[in-house]
């Protein structure tokens, strides 16, 4: 009798921390319809209602399935799932290297510069990034730059001749010295480079635009914020009133089927009072952060990472990851997704966040002399001058994120 209520006492124990992991994942939307799902199902359960604050409350609903099933992030989290379930330090690396994923597929900082906020050797976040590259699809995800994502999708296809080599090592030369710079570079007759070339624009150069999509576009918010003094009003909006009650029964009264009703009534209950909880305790802690970039704009953003909410709420990584999934915010300036608040530091010399220095870059390219346009090095030495220091290669990736062709492109558009 004793080993069965043991094995009793565990079943349940799992069945609640199941419960509690799926709820912490679900958005606002998804939480609504999982609990319609669940009253329906079980007689134990009454939800209290409000008005929905849009019309059509299924087309919001599939319309927020689909923009989170389909999103980047939501792919490769379950792709890496089992790299994430080992805790840890590959917890820590791999959570890490999904917060530098990029719209394009690619990441947005070096691993060294990875691995110094992490505190952790770059080898490791180098290996970590191989593995991770091996395991999602479609191959390209998670490269460095154009050459790596290229090399991973020749890879892949077992295509990577040594031939095809020399000419991904060579590429960058194509737009300074056209054809025959890369045939030269590459030691290669000008047939054989046209071979290559051929094969490479079969490939993706951004593997995760297939992904992209704006979920703020299709839904309300989870969260509506305004500024009350210097501090914030915060409200947590939902199509239900985020409880539920649970049906009182005479003990003498229950059946084994209500017993079982009522178990999983208050798992439910149980999970959503911590989902609430967690939320709550993160969403103020965020907005707090990052209240200047909801005041200010993009260009007042602090630098942030998952790791520090952890810390300052003392949940988790994980349950911090799970509260976030999908979590948009609706503040002075629009709606923005939750993750979209957290960004390392533009480089491991600076303490200014990335959207601060592309907003810097748009601004000195907004009033450069369009018969002189700066070139993305002395954009760099302006930077420096005033105090943010990064390089060059980090100017012209975040130059080309926002948009902005090269100096020799902008001189010819003059």
């Known amino acids: ?21 799926s709820v912490l994942q679900m958005s606002a939307g998804e939480l609504d319809a999982h609990l319609e799902d669940a009253a329906r199902d079980n007689p134990m359960l009454i939800l209290r209602r409000r008005p929905m604050t849009t019309s059509g409350a299924t087309d919001v609903l599939e319309m927020a399935a689909v923009a989170e099933a389909g999103s ?35 990441l947005g900082r070096a691993t060294d510069e990875i691995a110094k906020s992490l505190g952790f050797p770059t080898r490791l976040v180098d290996a970590a990034l191989q593995v991770v590259q091996k395991r999602v699809e479609p191959a390209g995800l998670f490269a460095r730059n154009l050459e790596d994502c290229l090399r991973l999708q020749l890879e892949d296809r ?31 007759d000008e047939e054989q480079v046209q071979d290559c070339l051929g094969r490479i ?39 239900m009133q985020r409880d539920i009650q649970i049906v009182q029964l005479p003990r003498h009264g229950q059946t084994a089927e209500t017993r ?26 965020l907005v707090d952060r990052q209240g200047a970039f909801f005041r200010l704009g993009a260009a007042a953003m602090e630098p942030l990472t998952m790791s520090d909410i952890a810390q300052a709420t003392g949940f988790h990584l994980s349950t ?7 979590l948009l915010i609706e503040g002075p300036n629009g709606i923005v997704a939750g993750r979209t608040l957290f960004g390392g530091t533009a480089s491991s010399r600076t303490q200014v966040s990335k959207p601060y220095v592309q907003a810097k870059i748009r601004a000195l390219l907004a009033k450069e002399d369009p018969k002189r ?35 020799a492109k902008r001189r010819r558009h003059a």
């Open 1 to 21: 009798m004793t080993l069965g209520f043991q094995l009793r006492t565990k079943q349940g124990q799992v069945f609640r921390l199941g419960q509690v992991v």
């Open 72 to 106: 980047l992030y939501d792919h490769v989290s379950r792709a890496l799932a089992g790299l994430l379930a080992e805790g840890g330090m590959m917890e820590r690396v791999i959570t890490a290297l999904i917060e530098e994923l990029e719209p394009s597929g690619w």
């Open 158 to 188: 077992n295509a990577l001749t040594d031939d095809m080599a020399r000419v991904l090592s060579a590429l960058s030369i194509v737009e300074a010295k056209g054809m025959a710079g890369l045939v030269a570079a590459t030691g290669l």
């Open 201 to 239: 624009r079969c490939l993706d150069p951004k593997p995760g635009s297939a992904f992209s999509n704006d979920p703020t576009l299709v839904r309300e918010p989870d969260v509506r914020i305004t500024p009350q003094g210097a501090g914030w009003d915060i409200d947590f909006l939902s199509a």
């Open 260 to 285: 079982e009703a009522l178990a999983k009534a208050r798992a439910l209950k149980q999970a959503l009072e911590m989902r609430q909880s967690a939320l709550r305790q993160v969403v103020r802690v």
């Open 320 to 326: 911090v990851s799970r509260v976030l999934n999908g």
């Open 373 to 407: 346009p700066l070139s993305d090095r002395r954009v760099t030495a302006l930077l420096q001058a005033d105090g943010i220091a990064v390089s060059r290669r980090v100017v012209s990736s975040y130059r080309q994120e926002i948009g902005i062709s090269p100096a």
